[in-house]
């Protein structure tokens, strides 16, 4: 079975900008949580969807946006990029709306210039 | 609040040696103590997770301890090997009206040969 994909792999974009980034779950996976990871930290949390209905939301602008399809897969779109935006997004799937069994993509490194 | 300390920022250690990794975490209702590995250019991945109803589990060389009283947990790994270098996370999981995964800063291990 395929693991968690992410598209694109990498990204190159101008500030003020805006991007899609694009996720698939495993298969039978309905749970799809986004973090963002910056060059030295620990991932932060973005947004956890379940059943495509949004449960939580970390401390990031209303410039980032997420849905869920019926097909479990799941995009993030940021609005008006900032260099600060630039990260690795990384989606991650579990087959329940917990934290239990998270399996990450390999993310979708994000440049802005 | 929502934290996870996570001490050393970096490791090294000969071959053959055992490395020790250690996170406190600050919400008493966290019950379960995800590690993962995140190789360069990779996601991370879940190599060992303790839930709180136990406080030791082990997997071959990799082991992981719980002290919920202290809200503690460490990451042991014996007999490292220089595929063992990598950047090490905890997490532990925060209620704020739904579970989101808290991860701490990352541990920076390099196994010399």
């Known amino acids: 079975d395929a693991g968690v994909t992410q598209s694109p792999t990498h990204l190159i974009k101008t500030r003020g900008q805006q991007v899609t980034l694009r996720c698939s779950p495993i298969?039978?996976?309905?749970?799809v949580s986004w973090y963002q990871q910056v060059l030295g930290q620990g991932p932060q949390f973005i947004f956890q969807y379940y059943e495509k209905e949004e449960r939580g939301r970390g401390n990031f602008p209303d410039r980032f946006s997420a849905r869920q399809f019926p097909n479990y897969s799941s995009e993030l779109n940021v609005n008006a990029l900032l260099l600060g935006d630039s990260a690795l997004y990384l989606c991650a799937s579990s087959a329940t709306g917990g934290n239990y069994g998270y399996t990450f993509g390999s993310g979708t490194r994000l440049t802005v210039v | 609040g929502e934290n996870v300390e996570q001490h050393p920022s970096t490791l090294s250690v000969q071959e053959g040696d055992s490395a020790v990794i250690k996170c406190t975490y600050s919400d008493s209702a966290s019950n379960y103590f995800p590690w993962y590995k995140q190789e360069l250019g990779k996601g991370p991945q879940l190599i060992i997770d303790i839930r709180s109803n136990v406080g030791e589990k082990k997997d071959q060389r990799i082991a992981v301890t719980l002290n919920k009283t202290a809200k503690h947990f460490s990451l042991h790994i014996t007999e490292t090997q220089p595929e063992d270098s990598a950047v090490y996370f905890c997490a532990a999981p925060m209620n704020t009206g739904f579970q989101k995964l808290v991860f701490g800063t990352g541990t920076r291990l390099l196994v010399s040969p």
């Open positions: 298969s039978g996976h309905k749970s």
